[in-house]
T-cell receptor, first 114, second 112 residues
Framework: NAGVTQTPKFQVLKTGQSMTLQCAQD?????MSWYRQDPGMGLRLIHY???????DQGEVPNGYNVSRSTTEDFPLRLLSAAPSQTSVYFC?????????????FGSGTRLTVV | AQSVTQPDIHITVSEGASLELRCNYS??????LFWYVQSPGQGLQLLLK??????LVQGIKGFEAEFKRSQSSFNLRKPSVHWSDAAEYFC??????????FGKGTMLLVSP
């Protein structure tokens, strides 16, 4: 099993450009989420989904959109990139909304907005 | 508000010495608690978890953590640190059906 796969691994965008960060899991996990990691800030939740067709906002949702049309995929869209969105983005998934399983993380996407 | 706090930003430990990384939580109900490790340029790997039962939990790579309700703590320990343990460590918590909240991380440096 591949686990949680994130693409691309690195990306440089110009201010105002749009892009989609891809996340796919092959473990039939119901729960998927996106975090951003910034120095000294830990991981902050952007958006999450408890199943196909259901999404909700996390702590820092502004500037990001998500959708969940299938169980496997949970893409994160930046509509108009800003330098403040320079960060490392992690996708994570879990079996259910019960956290006793813990999360499985992807290897991350390092995004730079210039 | 529900939160997880890691008081130490950096910790330096000599190789072979014991390690304790601190984590404090603030939850009304019994929380689920986790420790993750992140090596440079990598994703997060689960070290161990607590959600009920024995308050001393064993994890991978020789790590353990103890849940202390009276102190609202879930400190990570290892009796003898190896150079390969140098990494950033994150404590995380959740309660009920809430989303998982992460601490800001503790960077572990291992000196020869």
């Amino acid at each position: 099993n591949a686990g949680v796969t994130q693409t691309p691994k690195f990306q440089v965008l110009k201010t105002g450009q749009s892009m989609t960060l891809q996340c796919a899991q092959d473990m039939n996990h119901e729960y998927m989420s996106w975090y951003r990691q910034d120095p000294g800030m830990g991981l902050r939740l952007i958006h999450y989904s408890v199943g196909a067709g259901i999404t909700d906002q996390g702590e820092v949702p502004n500037g990001y959109n998500v959708s969940r049309s299938t169980t496997e995929d949970f893409p994160l869209r930046l509509l108009s990139a800003a330098p403040s969105q320079t960060s490392v983005y992690f996708c994570a998934s879990s079996y259910t909304t019960s956290w006793n399983y813990g999360y499985t993380f992807g290897s991350g996407t390092r995004l730079t907005v210039v | 508000a529900q939160s997880v706090t890691q008081p130490d930003i950096h910790i330096t430990v000599s190789e072979g010495a014991s390690l304790e990384l601190r984590c404090n939580y603030s939850y009304g109900a019994t929380p689920y608690l986790f420790w993750y490790v992140q090596s440079p340029g990598q994703g997060l790997q689960l070290l161990l978890k607590y959600f009920s039962g024995d308050t001393l939990v064993q994890g991978i790579k020789g790590f353990e953590a103890e849940f202390k309700r009276s102190q609202s703590s879930f400190n990570l320990r290892k009796p003898s640190v190896h150079w390969s343990d140098a990494a950033e460590y994150f404590c995380a918590g959740g309660s009920g059906y809430s989303t998982l909240t992460f601490g800001k991380g503790t960077m572990l440096l291992v000196s020869p």
